[in-house]
């Protein structure tokens, strides 16, 4: 080879490096071995602990993945191609996204679904962009019953942008307790010095709670902003979709369906509109057409919203995005089916009932009235130090609301919990024992013990 | 049209009859959802298709046969990096200690995944010469905006808030641009000089008051080292400004030359380019961003800290306020993480070098061989990877860029990035990686110089490939004119729910 290319040294080729900038030798560990290495590797998993009944959701959920997804992942035609930019040899990863496309529009009731973004923090920020592109407008509206997550995501895009965030308040107290406070919307949407270009608010909400989606809508289309819906996938197979409460954009987290918890990632951001903001939505899409022959064939298309086409210009910079997890969730849904995934969503709701009852029984009764699908608030006196002792009892008794929103008084004494239809009863009546014998006090907890 | 070809595939929704499928999930009793409204309750259940688990898989399995991937076969597209990925990662990645970990989890469940991610920004902070790397960002172009974004909020901190530029070469990366956009940020392009470099000169010009940032790639996308890079850099420093590097090309430089030594601020690295981690069909990908100490308090939170005692745990919210903020929810893709991770162990500090030199040997190997076929428009030695052309053959039979990489395609190849960078007419630039044999190198050379033989010859076979593909050529245009987006027949009759 160096005799092809006429030199005497690899280090000859980098000669054009100035001596002066040259790299200080890496100071790090030498090459290991693979079986030193996978016991390095197996060893720091076994650190994790994996015992703990879990009743942790809060924007990450626990369900039963059909072995057949993860094992059609592994075939390296998937998971060895990149952007299908050759599209006469990349026709299964173009048409797995045009099915993708189309089981989330079914799915959210809306027309265009992106081919993916980073996770649902992201997908809820590039959404709320969309609106602001879409009516011109420079000024958001979300509601503080999103995931902060999600909420930080957007402030940092926002600030990036120049754009301004007003927070919906909570309803503090009463029937509508831990919902969107929809009076405080309507005055924020009143302000016609600084209109709306998007209204942003979750189903279910971050405690879990439904919130009135068709009223979100029509104040804000009634002001003339756009609406987005920050939605949970699985839920969508018994909630009204977005397109049946006339959101203009659905943006959420695709890790439900099918994808590893995974200490956060790599997720999958959902983002699907209507037909009228499919030139405003970043990110790849896939369309149908023919080839030469006339045979059916994917592409993709309106690429003239992308970065590498159109530059400063561009929609969004996002260039790689979650293309495996979307096809993860797309063998996800095709294995599971219409009725099954209504049986994922149906028995969490039936786990949560459950679970509500149990806790309820030993003295932490739910902390909202409002309805929920399968994550709800409890009512738990000093609730981060009882979480803490809960885990030492081997219950990961959810998050203490005073952590994941510490802003709200109202929320000082709560944990969120959730069940799916992983959830057993043994898990339930553990977690209710170890928080009964809590509860009862210190004598009463070594009595149980 | 003809529905499916030989090889093609019906979608989804063709395939599915009702009644087909089930058996995963137990039945909820049928008041299960007695207690949600009606009013909050989906009308009708979504119209997804119904299938047999092996209708599933042989779709799937027969779907993934259209792809090229590679696993399959040689996949050279230049600045994308597709080397093997090492079925270990895989593995690791899967441990149900790694993938079953919730993100909510508290840090005393979390360490080893914890003390992973803490040693895996060492690393990242050795091969790069950044004092700070986070690893929140979810793929190159979130890890560009992370940093110009962190740039900004240096400027602010320090009063600076009359910089609204950021100057970006004509040869980067079109999300360098589009990042500067969402930060706030003006572009103002510098065009390439004659030899294929930035323009330094150009670039010390445009320098001033008014530079936030210098977004530069090294090596550059025509894969040539920038020689004057220390000039430009001083003088960026010179004008208050601060210098971002892509590390879209780190894979040619590693232990070499170290670009927080050299005197970048921030740069962003690409794991599923330098460190092997799967593309996935087009993601996922990450992220990760280093910076200089000076530019570490206003990087994402949270990142993972060592305490005294040897544990580790997060950031918790507003212990740094002077952060960003967040990129994107929970810690980053951590599954993308613990795949570079192994990668980088089974490397080491020898194996690291061995990666840049090989795959730097392996592209002027390539250059060398197509040079007598091909115009070669920087005869200077490349990096990890370097532009041909095809403008001279284009000139003599009409054969163009896009046709020979068609004609590829039949000769049982994944053609080289085309008609980029935009800077070079026709252009194919062609990254063979390390991890490819001569005999692969060579059998690729070959093919691609009996195309240039073909064009002289009989360019109508060039210019009407690929003949051997699942499918010809396709008419992109009506798809971007009437664009069909999803599966509608379906929505005409939807299936009923048996319970």
């Not at chain 1, 402030?155 to 301004?164: E, N, Q, R």
């Not at chain 2, 070469?169 to 500067?180: I, V, Y």
Request: aromatic residues 6%; proline residues 7%; contains cysteine.
């Amino acid at each position: 080879m160096l005799e092809t290319i006429g030199i005497s040294s690899v280090d000859e080729l980098f000669d054009d490096i100035p001596r002066a900038l040259r790299a200080s030798p890496l100071r790090l560990d030498p090459p290991e071995p693979e079986l030193e290495l996978a016991a390095r590797l197996t060893a720091l998993a076994a650190r994790n602990r994996t015992d703990l009944a879990s009743f942790l959701g809060a924007g990450a959920y626990r369900h039963w993945s059909p072995p057949a997804v993860d094992q059609l992942l592994l075939r390296g035609e998937w998971y060895t191609a990149y952007t299908p930019y050759q599209p006469e040899v990349s026709q299964g990863t173009l048409q797995s996204i045009y099915e993708y496309q189309s089981l989330l529009a079914e799915l959210t009731g809306l027309d265009v679904v992106s081919a993916s973004h980073y996770d649902g923090g992201a997908a809820t920020a590039e959404a709320a962009l969309m609106t602001c592109r879409a009516t011109g407008r420079g000024r958001l509206l979300v509601s503080r019953a999103i995931h902060p997550h999600y909420r930080g995501t957007l402030a940092t895009y926002a600030d990036g942008a120049g754009l301004a965030v007003d927070e919906i308040p909570l309803v503090a107290e009463g029937p509508l307790a831990g919902t969107t406070d929809l009076g405080a919307l309507a005055r924020l949407l009143a302000d016609s010095d600084h209109p709306v270009a998007g209204v942003v608010v979750a189903q279910p909400n971050v405690l879990g709670l439904l919130e009135d989606m068709p009223e979100v809508g029509r104040l804000a289309h009634a002001a003339g902003a756009l609406f987005v819906s920050v939605i949970e996938p699985v839920s969508l197979a018994v909630l009204a979709p977005p397109g049946a409460y006339a959101a203009d954009i659905a943006a959420g987290e695709g890790q439900p369906l099918g994808i590893p918890l995974g200490y956060g990632g790599p997720y999958l951001g959902i983002v699907a509109c209507t037909d009228a903001l499919m030139r405003q939505i970043p990110g790849r899409l896939v369309g149908l057409t023919k080839d030469l022959d006339g045979r059916r064939a994917f592409v993709m298309t309106m690429r003239a919203r992308e970065q590498d086409i159109r530059r400063e210009r561009a929609a969004s910079n996002i260039c790689t995005n979650q293309a495996l997890l979307a096809l993860a969730a797309s063998i996800y849904l095709a294995t599971i089916g219409p009725h099954g995934l209504r049986d994922v969503a149906a028995l969490g709701a039936v786990h949560a009932s459950e679970l509500a009852a149990a806790l309820a029984a030993v003295g932490a009764p739910r902390l909202h009235a409002g309805p929920y699908l399968n994550e709800l608030v409890v009512r738990v006196p000093d609730a981060p130090a009882v979480h803490a002792r809960l885990l030492d009892r081997g219950v990961l008794a959810g998050i203490p609301t005073a952590e994941l929103l510490p802003d709200e008084p109202a929320l000082a004494d709560g944990l969120l919990v959730c069940a799916t239809e992983v959830t057993t009863p043994a898990e339930i009546a553990r977690f209710a024992e170890a928080l009964r014998a809590e509860l009862a006090g210190p004598v009463m907890a070594e009595a149980v013990r | 049209m003809s529905v499916v070809g030989e090889r093609l595939q019906p979608t989804l929704f063709e395939l599915g009859k009702h009644g087909r499928g089930g058996g995963k999930i137990p039945h909820p009793p049928k008041d299960a959802l007695d207690r949600i409204p009606a009013a909050a309750r989906r009308a009708s259940a979504p119209a997804l298709p119904e299938l047999s688990e092996l209708e599933v898989v042989r779709h799937y399995v027969n779907l993934s046969q259209l792809n090229y991937s590679v696993d399959t076969g040689f996949y050279p597209l230049g600045s994308c990096t597709m080397k093997f990925n090492p079925k270990l990662n895989e593995w690791a990645a899967r441990l149900p200690g790694f993938a079953g970990l919730h993100p909510m989890a508290p840090d005393a469940v979390a360490q080893g995944t914890l003390q992973l991610l803490y040693e895996l920004e060492a690393i990242l902070a050795e091969i790069s010469g950044m004092d700070a790397v986070t690893l929140q960002p979810a793929a190159g172009a979130q890890g560009e905006l992370t940093g110009i974004l962190v740039i900004r909020a240096y400027h602010r901190a320090r009063g600076d808030t009359e910089r609204c530029e950021v100057l970006v070469p004509d040869s980067s990366h079109g999300t360098n641009p589009a990042t500067a956009t969402m930060a706030g940020y003006r572009t103002v392009t510098i065009p390439s000089a004659p030899d294929g470099g930035v323009d330094i000169d150009a670039f010390k010009a445009a320098l001033g008051p008014k530079t936030a940032a210098i977004m530069i790639t090294n090596p550059s996308t025509l894969g040539l080292f920038e020689t004057r890079i220390g000039e430009l850099l001083e003088a960026t420093h010179a004008a208050g400004a601060l210098a971002y590097m892509d590390g879209a090309n780190l894979n040619a430089i590693l232990g070499r030359f170290k670009p927080g030594e050299a005197g970048f601020d921030v740069m962003h690295f690409n794991t599923h380019k330098t460190f092997s981690t799967p593309h996935g069909g087009g993601g996922p990908g990450a992220g990760p961003v280093g910076a200089r100490a000076s530019l570490a308090p206003y990087l994402p939170a949270p990142r993972v800290i060592r305490e005294a005692d040897g544990t580790y745990r997060l950031e918790r919210t507003g212990e740094r306020p002077s952060s960003i903020g967040r990129m994107r929810s929970f810690f980053g893709s951590t599954g993308v993480l613990v795949r570079a991770y192994a990668y980088l162990r089974a490397h080491g500090d020898s194996g690291l070098r061995e990666v840049s030199d090989d795959a730097v040997l392996a592209a002027n190997y390539l250059k060398a061989r197509l040079a007598g076929s091909y115009d070669i428009p920087f005869e200077r030695a490349c990096k990890h990877e370097f532009v041909a052309s095809a403008a001279g053959i284009k000139h003599r039979t009409g054969v163009r860029t896009l046709d020979i990489a068609k004609r590829l395609i039949d000769k049982g190849y994944h053609p080289p990035t085309i008609y980029f960078p935009l800077t070079v007419e026709e252009a194919m630039l062609i990254e063979p990686t390390e991890t490819e044999t001569l005999e692969t190198l060579d059998g690729f050379a070959d093919a691609l110089i009996e195309i240039a033989h073909e064009a002289e010859a009989d360019p109508g076979v060039v210019t009407s490939a690929p003949h051997d593909a699942p499918v010809r050529r396709l008419d992109e245009a009506t798809a971007a004119r009437q664009p069909n987006l999803r599966w509608r027949a379906m929505t005409g009759e939807q299936t009923p729910c048996p319970d």
